[in-house]
Each structure stands twice: as structure tokens, then as C-alpha cells.
């Protein structure tokens, strides 16, 4: 497996694609500080600088799927996949050495962010404080890494079954973006106030609140926040949301079901790439 | 070219890309008005069909950056464009043959779903309030901007000859622009002044203060290049399609017809001189 890992970070590094998703997560690290910074100066309040460092999982979910998609399906139509396995190299080998390479180009591409995220802040705000306890953070950051990995399996095992890379980018990018987008509106939906205080009208048009609470119609009860909370603690797009906006409220729960998608998406990319007929 | 035309409909109708938007789009044109209806028993309120049947344009930046990335980027992978030159047709004919077809794949996609989302808001929202003056000038506008953001996907295609590439870069655009319209929208939304202070006294009366402005409020400049850019860009056309509040129809109208004939002509100009390995 060594020798298809040391072919891969060969071909990775003179890939123009790779570099220019290193260039976005780069300018995603950036644009997440500057936007930051700007906003709280309008706001005349402080912008901690754990509040977007773990916004590299929205970035993954957008690079990874290009990634893989491109990188990895490029194997199919060069013919490579096959020419692995007529040497000798099994299809589980394969297969791990792709999860592999996906797993650390995820670890590069949030790194990479990072990087240009800390850095930007010790320049613009370097007496900017934490909003969280670091026992919390630290727990975030392997929760981070688990769901990089939970990532990484699922969109490899799309990109190792898709033999259409241009297929495969789209069902990846819908994907990733379907993540991020559904996290953010069930978080919206279960933060939803559950009672809004009662309004009476007053003089001058001024509508004054009256001391009591009535219950929010648009707060979700029931079956539906069940099912919300579900989403939110057992979906990609729920775990990936937790993370980046500091939400997690059972870091341990995110680390294992992350690693059970991944598992679960590890497994079915498996035995589906044994079956698959690597024309 | 009514050949190229026509052989592109009959490629139309079995491409795989076209029916999983079409059947999406439809999807979404039953779902919306539905979901539409039953939050208006919970919220106790009326929502009429003017904000739902134009809502198909901000989807259809997404439905058609994945219909049109995935339909022409067959032409190159299996060589049919090199086999129609080679049978005597010109650039320009290949090219436009292909805006044709993706133009019209697009609005059949837009009535994907506005056919649905008009019977079933009828049905079960009510009459529409809005007049019949604002319905077609919106429709009309709604359906340059389908065209505008075509446009610019056929030129991606047509001159990206990597699929997956192509499918990238078109499906890129459209969450870049969501990203920009959002920002464009909240800042152009800021409101001039803040309420000011609410405050209790020991008697229970409240005392507001006097407003004060809004540092975010946009002026001057800045103001009018985010007016422009609200006017300009196809995913904040979409939106304001969708929501049926267009507040320059001249500039929007202008803005779509300015984006189509740059795409068209950049397209077709650089079209002519690729190399088609």
C-alpha cells in the first residue's frame, strides 16, 4: 500500500485542481476572520477567535466531494484503478489507500484554513478572547477530526462507486451543500424560542411588552423536533452544523455517531467497489 | 442548424440529467405550497399564491447548473462535436444550436414546477392578490433571468471540455452568488435608525428614547453600487422574483439582456478559436 500512497501524493501535488482548493480553503479562513471582525466592529463587541475556527468542517464538505470526485474519479477514466489491481494490489487495498489520501487531503484542506484563520486574527485582533472553556474546545477539535474522517469515508465511497466523475461532483456538491444548508436550518428551527412575550399596542404606535408569555407557534413540538433532533445529532449536515457553530451539546454522542457513518459509508463503499466491474 | 436544434431535443428527452431536474423541480412544486397550507393552519394565517408560484427562479440556478453542465458535457466526451464540424456545420451553428436547446430545456424545467405550485396554491391557498400587471411583468422577468443564468452556463460548457470540471465551475457559481446575494440582501435591509431603549420606571410606565442611527445602514456610493449589484446579479434577480418584489424592472430587464448577449458573444468568440483536441 505504500507504493499506491507514495504514486498518489505524487500525482496529487502536481494537480492544479488540489492547489486551487487549498487556495479556497485558504481564502475561506480569510474571509470567515475579516467578515468577523468587520461585523463586531459595526457592533462595537468583541469577536472570540473560537468562533469560526471550526467552520473548516463547512469548507471540508465543500472541497471534499470536488476532491474526491475529481481526484479519485480520475483513476477510472485513466484507467489506473484497473491497472492497480492487474499488478496485484487488492481491491480492499485500493480502496483503504483512497480513504486514506481523502482523509488526509481533508486534514490538509482544514489545516490549511486554520492557518490562514489564526493567522489573520493574531494580525487584526491578537487580544481577542475565547467564548468557550478549553476542555470544551479540545473536545470540538477531536469531535472535528472524527467527522473529517466520517467526510472523507462518505464522499470516497461515492467517488470509488461513481465511475462518471461529472456525476459524481454533482451528487458530492449537492451533497455537501445539502449538509451544511439542512444543519443550519434545523438549528435554526430548534432554537427557536418556545415562548414569545405578549405585545399590547400603546400609545404613538408603540407596541409595549405586557410582562406575560405566550407560547411560539413556530417552535417545532412533538414528533417534529424528534425527528429535528435526529437530524441534528445523527446526520452529517447535523453534526458538521454542532461543530462549526460551537452547538455540540454532547461532544461524545458526535464522536460516535460520526464514527459509525463513517464505518457504515466505509463499509458500503466497500463491498459495492468489490462488486463493481472496473471497466 | 434546425437539424442541430432538433437532433438536440431528441438527445433532450432520454438525457437522464434533464428528467432528474424535471421530476425535482416538480417535486418542489408540489412540496412548497403544501408545506405552504399547513403552516398557515399552525401560524393562523393567509399566505396567498403570489409567493410561491414564482419561486422556481432561485432553484432553477441550481437545476440548470446541473442539467446543462452534465447535458453538453456528453458532446465532448463522446467527440459529437468534431463529428459535426466534420459533416459541415460551423462553430456558430453548434453553438447557438446548444443555447437553443438549453433555453428551452430551462423554462420546461421553470414550468416543472410553476405548473404545479399555481394549481395546488389555487387549490388550496385561494385566489392571488397581487394584479395581473405584476404577475406577467414578473413572469417575464423571471424568465430572463432563466435565460441569463443559461447563458452563462452554456459558455462554461462549451468551453470547458473536462465534464467534471465544467459541472464543478457551474455548480460553484450559483453558491457563490447565494453567498453574495445574502450579504447584498441583509446590508440593503438594515433599517436607517435603531429603535431606541425601552425602558421600566418604578410606576410601570416605559420611556423610549429617541432613535439612533444605524451604522450599518448603507448611504451615499455604497448604497447605490449594492442597489445595482441587487439589480444586477442573477441570484438576487431570482430572489426578488421569487418574493415578487422587483423594484427596478427597466434595470433588471437591461442587466438580464446585458448578461445573455455578453455570455452569447463571449461564448461564440471564444468558441471559434478552441482547440477541439
Redesign the interface.
Known amino acids: 500500500m505504500g507504493n499506491i500512497l507514495r504514486a498518489w501524493a505524487r500525482s496529487i501535488c502536481r494537480d492544479w ?1 488540489f492547489w486551487a482548493e487549498t487556495a479556497f480553503a485558504a481564502w475561506g479562513g480569510g474571509f470567515m476572520v475579516l467578515n468577523g471582525v468587520e461585523a463586531c466592529r ?1 457592533k462595537n463587541a468583541a469577536f472570540p477567535w473560537d468562533s469560526g475556527a471550526f467552520n473548516c468542517l463547512m469548507i471540508a464538505s ?1 472541497v471534499l466531494p ?1 476532491f474526491c ?2 481526484t479519485l ?1 480520475r483513476e477510472y477514466g485513466c484507467g489506473g484503478m484497473r491497472n492497480k489491481t492487474a499488478v496485484g494490489h487488492g481491491r480492499g487495498r485500493v480502496y483503504f489507500s483512497a480513504l486514506l489520501v481523502s482523509f488526509m487531503a481533508a486534514l490538509w484542506f482544514a489545516g490549511v484554513y486554520l492557518l490562514c484563520y489564526l493567522g489573520l486574527f493574531l494580525a487584526l485582533a491578537p487580544e481577542a478572547e475565547m467564548s468557550r472553556e478549553p476542555g470544551y474546545l479540545l473536545a470540538l477539535a477531536v469531535c472535528s477530526l472524527i467527522v473529517l474522517l466520517a467526510l472523507a469515508a462518505f464522499f470516497t465511497a461515492l467517488a470509488m462507486l461513481i465511475q ?7 451528487i458530492g ?2 451533497a455537501g ?1 445539502l449538509f451544511v444548508i439542512a444543519g443550519w436550518f434545523v438549528s435554526l428551527l430548534l432554537h427557536t424560542p418556545e415562548f414569545l412575550p405578549l405585545y399590547a399596542s ?1 400609545t404613538d404606535n ?1 407596541s ?2 405586557t410582562g406575560e408569555m405566550t407560547i411560539n ?2 417552535c417545532p413540538q412533538g414528533a417534529y423536533r424528534s425527528a429535528l433532533e435526529f437530524f441534528y445529532n445523527y446526520t452529517l449536515g447535523g453534526m458538521v452544523f454542532q461543530c462549526s457553530s460551537l452547538d455540540a451539546g454532547k461532544p461524545w454522542l458526535i464522536i460516535l455517531n460520526a464514527g459509525v457513518t463513517g464505518a457504515l459509508a466505509t463499509l458500503a463503499g466497500v463491498r459495492g467497489f468489490y462488486r463493481k466491474d472496473l471497466r | 442548424m434546425n437539424k442541430l436544434v432538433f437532433a438536440g431535443f431528441a438527445r433532450l428527452k432520454k438525457d437522464l440529467a434533464f428528467w432528474v431536474c424535471f421530476w425535482g423541480m416538480a417535486a418542489l412544486g408540489v412540496y412548497l405550497p403544501v408545506a405552504q397550507y399547513f403552516d398557515s393552519l399552525r401560524y393562523n394565517t393567509v399566505f396567498a399564491p403570489d409567493d410561491l408560484v414564482f419561486n422556481y427562479t432561485p432553484f432553477i440556478c441550481i437545476a440548470a447548473a446541473v442539467f446543462i453542465s452534465l447535458y453538453l458535457g456528453i458532446d465532448y466526451s463522446d467527440g459529437t462535436i468534431r463529428n459535426k464540424m466534420m459533416v459541415g456545420r460551423t462553430r456558430n451553428e453548434i453553438y447557438m444550436s446548444n443555447w437553443v436547446v438549453c433555453v428551452i430545456g430551462t423554462l420546461l424545467l421553470c414550468l416543472a414546477f410553476a405548473v404545479p405550485a399555481t394549481v395546488i396554491s389555487l387549490f388550496l391557498l385561494g385566489a392571488a392578490k397581487a394584479p395581473a400587471m405584476a404577475f406577467l411583468t414578473t413572469a417575464l422577468l423571471s424568465i430572463l433571468v432563466a435565460v441569463a443564468v443559461t447563458s452563462i452556463y452554456v459558455l462554461v460548457s462549451m468551453l470547458c471540455p473536462n465534464k467534471a470540471v465544467a459541472s464543478t465551475i457551474c455548480l460553484i457559481i450559483p453558491m457563490v452568488l447565494f453567498v453574495a446575494a445574502t450579504v447584498i440582501n441583509g446590508a440593503l435591509m438594515e433599517p436607517p435608525t435603531n429603535e431606541g431603549m425601552v425602558t421600566f420606571t418604578e410606576n410601570g410606565m416605559e420611556i423610549a428614547d429617541d432613535s439612533v442611527p444605524n451604522p450599518a445602514y448603507l448611504t451615499g456610493i455604497k448604497r447605490a453600487v449594492y442597489e445595482f449589484l441587487n439589480d444586477f446579479l442573477p441570484v438576487n434577480q431570482a430572489i426578488q422574483c421569487a418574493g415578487m418584489g422587483i423594484t427596478n424592472p427597466l434595470r433588471f430587464a437591461l442587466c438580464d439582456l446585458g448578461i445573455s448577449l455578453a455570455s452569447i458573444f463571449a461564448g461564440l468568440g471564444l468558441f471559434a478559436r478552441k482547440d477541439l483536441k
Open positions: 485542481l459595526e465543500i470536488v470526485s475529481i474519479g462518471s466523475q461529472a456525476w459524481g461532483v454533482t456538491l449537492a451543500f400603546g408603540l409595549l411588552p407557534p413556530a
